[in-house]
C-alpha cells in the first residue's frame, strides 16, 4: 500500500512568493518558521530588543547632554572658582574675599519669590547682581541679559541703595536723593511694573548721631517722593501687606 505524505502545516505568506523563497537559505527559512510558529513568543521578544535599544539610545543621548549643560554652566556662565554662602551685606562678603586672598569678590543674593498672577502662582528664584559683575554671565555670548521693555522689575533694597550712594567713594554723596530718583525713573521708564522694597523709619523712637539721622532723612524724602509717584503703595507687618495707597488715592 502507497502512502501519499502530505504536509500538515500551513504554509508561510513568503511561500507563495517562490522567487523570494527559493533565494533564502536553510537558516534563513528555518528562523522565519520558527518566528511565526509562535507568533506570541516572537512578539514578545521584538518587543524587549525594541525596549532595550531605546533605552541604550536614551542613556547615551542623556549622558550627551548632561555632560554638554554642566559644561556649558560652568564654562560659559559661571566664572568663578569659589563660593561662599554668607548671611550679611556686601561689605562682609569684601571682607572675607580679603581673608582667602581672593582676586575678585562679587556678592550674589538668591531669594526663593513666589509670583502671582489672578489665580495662577509660579515659585522660582530670584538672583539679584551688583552693577559691576562678571563672575556670573548671562545671556547669549556670555554677555548680560538685556532688561525687557516690558518685564517687571524688583529693586531691594532701597535702604542699601541708599546707604551705597551715601557711603561708597564711587556713590552719589550729598545728591544721593536726586541720584537714587533719577536711576528709579530710568527703570520705571523700562519695564510696565517696578516694585520697590523699603525699610520704615522714624518708628522706633531713638535718637541716632548725626550721620544717621542724615541717612534716615535722605531715606524719609525717597520714601515719600517713591510713593507719591507710586500706583500703589503698601506696608508689610508680620509678612501681611496693608494697603495705604492704591491707584492714586492718597495716603
Known amino acids: 500500500m502507497e502512502i501519499n505524505a502530505k504536509s500538515t502545516g500551513r504554509k508561510l505568506l513568503l511561500e507563495r512568493f517562490p522567487r523570494l523563497w527559493s533565494r533564502m537559505g ?12 509562535n507568533k506570541g513568543r516572537s512578539l514578545t521578544s521584538l518587543v524587549g530588543v525594541l525596549c532595550c535599544t531605546m533605552l541604550i539610545i536614551t542613556s547615551m543621548g542623556l549622558q550627551e547632554s548632561v555632560a554638554y549643560s554642566v559644561g556649558k554652566y560652568y564654562k560659559g556662565t559661571l ?18 574675599g580679603k581673608r582667602i586672598e581672593a582676586r575678585r569678590v562679587e556678592a550674589v543674593m538668591d531669594k526663593t519669590v513666589s509670583i ?17 559683575q562678571r563672575l556670573l554671565l548671562l545671556g547669549p555670548d ?20 541708599t546707604a551705597n ?29 517696578l516694585v520697590i522694597v523699603t525699610n520704615d523709619i522714624f518708628s522706633d523712637g531713638i535718637t541716632y548721631d548725626e550721620v544717621t539721622a542724615l541717612y ?21 507687618v508680620c509678612g501681611i501687606p496693608l494697603q495705604l ?3 492714586g488715592q492718597n495716603l
Not at 568663578?80 to 554662602?85: I, K, P
Not at 554677555?143 to 541703595?161: Q, R, T
Not at 551715601?166 to 550729598?174: I, S, T, V
Open 26 to 37: 536553510f537558516n534563513a527559512k528555518m528562523v522565519t518558521r520558527n518566528l511565526m510558529r
Open 79 to 96: 566664572a568663578y572658582t569659589a563660593r561662599a554662602n554668607l548671611t550679611g551685606t556686601t561689605d562682609q562678603a569684601e571682607s572675607y
Open 116 to 132: 502671582r498672577t489672578g489665580e495662577k502662582s509660579r515659585t522660582t528664584t530670584l538672583t539679584v547682581l551688583q552693577d559691576d
Open 142 to 161: 556670555n554677555a548680560w541679559a538685556p532688561l525687557p521693555e516690558k518685564g517687571v522689575v524688583l529693586l531691594e533694597c532701597m535702604s542699601n541703595l
Open 165 to 193: 550712594e551715601m557711603f561708597e567713594p564711587e556713590g552719589a554723596g550729598d545728591d544721593t536723593v536726586e541720584a537714587v530718583l533719577a536711576g528709579v525713573e530710568a527703570l520705571r521708564g523700562r519695564c510696565i511694573h
Open 216 to 236: 534716615q532723612e535722605r531715606l524719609g524724602e525717597i520714601n515719600r517722593r517713591i510713593a507719591a509717584e507710586a500706583d500703589q503703595a503698601a506696608e508689610v
Open 245 to 247: 495707597k492704591n491707584k
